[in-house]
Structures are given as C-alpha cells and as structure tokens.
C-alpha cells in the first residue's frame, strides 16, 4: 500500500501561484510514477500532469501546459505541482496519485493509489 496525503492548497486570486506538495509512504517512492488530478464540482476527474520514476519525462494536459510543472524529490518521497497564473477555470480539488505502471497515462483508473485531496481557489 502507498499512502498519499497533498498539502498546499488554498484560496488565491487569479493571476497568483501556488505549489502543492504530495508525500507519500509505505512503499518505495521511486518504485512510481506519479500524477497530478484535479475535480471541479459537477465534472470528472481530469489528468492535470505526470512524472516518471526518476523526474523526466514529465507530461502535462494542454490546458495547464506553460503554467504548471510537475517535479518530485525521491529523497523526500514527496511530488509537487507548481501552479503559476493560475486562472478561476482552475479551481478544482486537486489529487496526487502513483502508479507502478509505466508510459504517458491519463486516465483515473490507471492508478493505483490516491490522496485524500486538496482545495484550491482562483478568484476572479
């Protein structure tokens, strides 16, 4: 079992930037890959970015690419998000998850473990 617990959200007006931050434990970090998701209220989880076991490649959706960036720290067993400009369409509760499998992987059920979740808010 991995667990996975994010930190870092929060409310923050358009235009700021926020970094979350996922730890995880009870197995070896560097064993996964990792990914970012996010929820709105009334749509589907949707991939927001990936990274490998060791850092590249990494992989983004189109519509956070240029402002966000995905990077992990395997000492730490910690994986963060850094959100720049960030915009209201980015509000959304956002989910660290690992998978052992590896290649670009988009989809919520290729993943094998997930956080618990964490807010954010873009105001306008």
């Known amino acids: 079992q991995v667990q996975l617990v994010e930190s870092g959200g929060g409310l923050v007006a358009a235009g700021d930037s926020l970094t979350l931050s996922c730890v995880a434990s009870?197995?070896?970090?560097?064993?996964?890959?990792m990914g970012w998701f996010r929820q709105a209220p009334g749509k589907e989880r949707e991939f927001v970015s990936g990274i490998s076991r060791s850092g590249p490649p990494t992989y983004y959706a189109d519509s956070v690419k240029g402002r966000f960036t995905i990077s992990r720290d395997n000492a730490r067993n910690t994986v963060y998000l850094q959100m720049n400009s960030l915009k209201p369409e980015d509000t959304a509760v956002y989910y660290c998850?690992?998978?052992?499998?590896?290649?670009?992987?988009?989809?919520?059920?290729?993943?094998?473990?997930w956080g618990q979740g964490a807010q954010v808010t873009v105001s306008s």
């Open positions: 998850a690992a998978r052992f499998m590896g290649g670009d992987r988009r989809y919520p059920h290729e993943y094998d473990y």
């Open positions: 009870g197995r070896t970090f560097s064993d996964y890959h």
